[in-house]
């Protein structure tokens, strides 16, 4: 059974509506910024299995599927979508078969419980779960992820930082997002802090790396913010309202005053987006017994593309044991 986490989107509104709106409204975000599908030297050999944790309706599943289909090095990579919100599976499940994609494959799975084989996939890619998971559930979340790597495995994630401008409008709406989490006693992950909880979670070799982009260079500056923020102080009209942050005049105020900054040439934002990246250890033959190893191997196996079943994904029912909702 999957049971939906509590997401700060979830918390924010009464329509599940609203919702999907505001989930839509940062997967657009992230897919402006026009961020690299992987950390720069990472690459994927033929016959690995790559899981998407919070794929949403798939995007980042899809493309990844798009240039490595381009391959034919890549013909035997897998690529899993997995996300709580079953009418973003459907949507995801909709568009690959659209496109004629027979090595994807998506699921409903709740976040911190995912019902899925350990020691089965060869990356785990997050991105943007900042508002899904709330701080104190990330120790748990990046315990099943690497449960479910195969040794020597890693896990990538990509969150984003606080913005900045040299406006002084950023300054008073960044405060106003601040009280809102604060009513909403929605706490974030620090980004930075994830590095110490992928050791916790047993992740080795951990690292980050930070770009920073001016969106006035990287991604169209004005009209990016124009087509970003505003939609945003929009979707928080109802709560801003609700609990007296903002009055109707002071909201359209407060619009009116975005607008103006955006426009002007003087305007500057940056925008720091932090990947973190880890690596699962290696066994090690000599301290396991050949009964654990056998079993581990065994495990490890279950989605091996070497297996005819799993040649062609049209036999999905077969896919982890009918697994697929």
Known sequence: MTHETTSLFKILTDSEGLDYQFADWFENLFRGMQLPL??????????????????????????????????????????????????CIGIARANARDRGYENVVFLVRDLYHMDLSANSYDLVHLRGLAPL????????????????????????????????????????????VRQVLQIAAYT?????????????????????STTTLELLTVTGGGLFLQYRLLPLMYLLAPFLKKHGLATDGQFKKLQYEIESALVTTTFRANWPVVTTIGEKPALDKVAHTRREWNSLTQQSTMISLKQPQFQLLAKRSDYLKGSVS
């Not at 720069?40 to 990844?64: F, P, S």
């Not at 992820?145 to 406006?167: D, I, K, Q, S, Y």
């Not at 590095?195 to 070799?205: N, T, V, Y």
């Open 38 to 87: 992987l950390p720069q030297g990472m690459t994927i050999a033929d016959g690995q299995t790559i899981l998407d944790v919070a794929c949403r309706e798939g995007e980042w599943v899809n493309e990844l599927a798009f240039h490595l289909n381009r391959s034919e090095e890549h013909e035997d990579v897998v690529v899993v979508g997995l996300d709580f919100r079953p009418k």
């Open 133 to 176: 998971v709330p701080s104190e559930r990330w120790p748990q979340l990046l315990a099943e992820v690497v449960r479910l790597l195969r040794p020597g495995g890693h896990v990538v994630c990509t969150e984003l930082a606080w913005p900045t401008t040299n406006a002084p409008i950023g300054e008073i709406a960044a405060n106003l």
């Open 188 to 208: 974030p992950i620090q980004v930075r802090h994830l590095g110490g909880l992928f050791r916790d979670a047993g992740c080795q070799r951990v690292r980050q």
